[in-house]
C-alpha cells in the first residue's frame, strides 16, 4: 500500500490574459500527487470565456482532476456551460454528488459541490421568517443532506469532501466575523460527521487561515490560493503522523 497524495487549491480566479501561465506551475504535479482537486473560484467572473482558458489550462493533465464550483463561477448564470467545457477538458465536476478516483491501488471517494452559507452555531440564519430566508438555509439543508446521501452510497479506501464554501469557522479566521453568514454554514461539517470522512477541503476564505477540525474530529483545510501562497499544496492521506504539505 502506498501513500494517497492529494494536492489541492482554490480561488485559483482564471482569465485570458494569464492563460497558459498556471499551466507552467503544473508541470512534474503526476510526481507530486494523485490526484488534483479544485475547490471553486476557477473563473473571476463565471463567463464562458474564463471557463474555456481553465479548462485549456486542465485538459490533458496526467492525474485525476476533480473540481466543484465557487460562487464567482456562477456570476454570469453560466455554470453549467462552463462544467461542460471542463468535463469535455476530462475534468471530473462535482454538484452535490460523488465519484470514486482510482489512485494507484486504492480507492478515493470524492463528494462535493459548492456548498453554501448561513453561519455557525450561535450566529446563523434560521428557517424561520421570510420567505427568502427560509429560502436561503434550506437551500444549504438541501446541499448538506446530498452530501451525507453521497457520502454514505460511497464505497472506496478513502472519502474526501470538496467544498467551495467552508464547513467550519476556524478556517476563517482573518475574515471579518460579519461576512461569516456568507462564507460557510455549520450544516455542512454537521452533514460530513454523520457520514463521516478523511478530509474536508475548501476555498473562499482567501483571508481565512489553512487548518482547522470539525466538530466531529474531522480535518479540514482551506486550500485558497492566497492562504496557500503557492500553485497547491499536497495533502497525505496514509501519512503516520497528520497530513503532510509541500510547495507546487
Not at 471553486?40 to 476533480?66: C, F, N, Q, S, W
Not at 454528488?97 to 486504492?106: E, L, R, S, T
Request: charged content about 25%; some cysteine.
Amino acid at each position: 500500500m502506498t501513500d494517497l497524495r492529494i494536492a489541492a487549491v482554490g480561488d485559483i480566479h482564471l482569465g485570458e490574459d494569464v492563460r497558459g501561465q498556471y499551466r507552467k506551475k503544473l508541470d512534474g504535479i503526476e510526481d507530486r500527487a494523485d490526484v488534483f482537486m479544485l475547490a471553486g473560484d476557477l473563473t473571476r467572473h463565471g463567463t464562458l470565456e474564463e471557463g474555456k482558458v481553465v479548462a485549456d489550462e486542465l485538459r490533458g493533465l496526467p492525474i485525476p482532476v476533480v473540481a466543484v464550483l465557487g460562487n464567482h463561477d456562477y456570476h454570469s448564470d453560466l455554470q453549467y456551460e462552463i462544467a461542460s467545457e471542463l468535463r469535455d477538458a476530462g475534468v471530473i465536476v462535482l454538484d452535490d454528488d460523488g465519484v470514486v478516483v482510482q489512485c494507484g491501488d486504492k480507492k478515493l471517494g470524492v463528494v462535493g459541490g459548492k456548498g453554501f452559507g448561513g453561519g455557525f452555531a450561535g450566529k446563523c440564519a434560521s428557517e424561520f421568517g421570510e420567505r427568502e430566508i427560509k429560502n436561503f438555509v434550506s437551500h444549504t439543508r438541501h446541499i448538506a443532506e446530498a452530501w451525507k446521501v453521497a457520502l454514505k452510497e460511497i464505497v472506496a479506501d478513502h472519502r474526501v469532501v470538496l467544498s467551495h464554501y467552508s464547513p467550519i469557522k476556524e478556517t476563517l479566521e482573518g475574515e471579518p466575523h460579519e461576512i461569516y453568514p456568507f462564507l460557510g454554514s455549520y450544516l455542512l461539517a454537521e452533514a460530513v460527521d454523520t457520514a463521516g470522512a478523511d478530509l474536508i477541503l475548501h476555498g473562499h476564505a482567501h483571508k481565512g487561515s489553512e487548518k482547522g477540525m470539525t466538530p466531529g474530529g474531522i480535518r479540514v483545510r482551506n486550500v485558497a490560493l492566497p492562504v496557500l501562497g503557492r500553485a497547491y499544496c499536497v495533502y497525505c492521506l496514509d501519512c503516520e503522523d497528520d497530513m503532510q504539505s509541500h510547495e507546487g
